[in-house]
């Protein structure tokens, strides 16, 4: 299945990190490649390292650059330096993380990420690791997933999911994203703006993945190896992602570490939400290191 990838605020990355020739760069979610193969247009005999924890993205991506100037790493974002030190680099240029679930991810159906998917509940970035959503949604004491879909979905109804999907799991053992979908639309009883198991699944997405965590894990970790006059660029996509960025940014400025480059978040144009709808949400920081 053909996957249309479409980097988003991809001008306003390449503004924020201004690459330059010679330099190193991380593109620490290289995903299907978008922003990199920008960003090689502008680093002549420079390097890119490329991460993601998703092998077949790498797969994908490494087949799209084809480029000897890039090092393709697995890993987690908590892992950023000792990839960088394996592909025999010590500081960098810049970062990129864009932290939006890929497109690979939710249009291909046995991932298990799209609650209008007929295959078993997966959501696992990497496939290698064991904890999957249905563990979550069938292991899980209530109060545990009242808790990640409360704190990771900001879900209003998270107390009255949480209990519905344990009143179904007794019965039968819930496989299938549809299955879980289906649980959830009986408690809302009605559709809003958004289809009512959107919070949900990103809850268990993000709970799966351990996202906050590898997020505050990997801006630490960069901001370590930036060399000084380095930059940092990150999109984020939901409130809870874009407050982990903006505290971080603001800590480290206030001790004398960054710059912040953006006094409020870049938002993309009309043009950008235009062609790729699923860009409307994003939310875009910078910061130079001292």
Known sequence: MAIIH??????????LLEPRPGGIYVDATIGLGGHAEEMLKHIGNGKLIGIDRDEESLRMAGKRLLDDRVVLKKGNFSEIGRMVDEAGVSMVDGVLFDIGTSMLHLRTADRGFSFLSQEPLDMRMDRDQE?????????YPEKDIEKILREYGEERLSRRIAKAIVRYRIKKRIITCAELADIICSVYKGRGKIHPATRTFQALRIAVNDELNELRKGLETSSGILKSGGRICVISYHSLEDRIVKNFMKDKREKGVFNIITKKPLTPSFEDVRQNPSARSAKMRGAEKI
């Open 6 to 15: 479409l980097p988003v605020m991809l001008r306003e990355a390449v503004i």
């Open 131 to 139: 904890l999957t959503a249905g563990d979550i949604v069938n292991k």
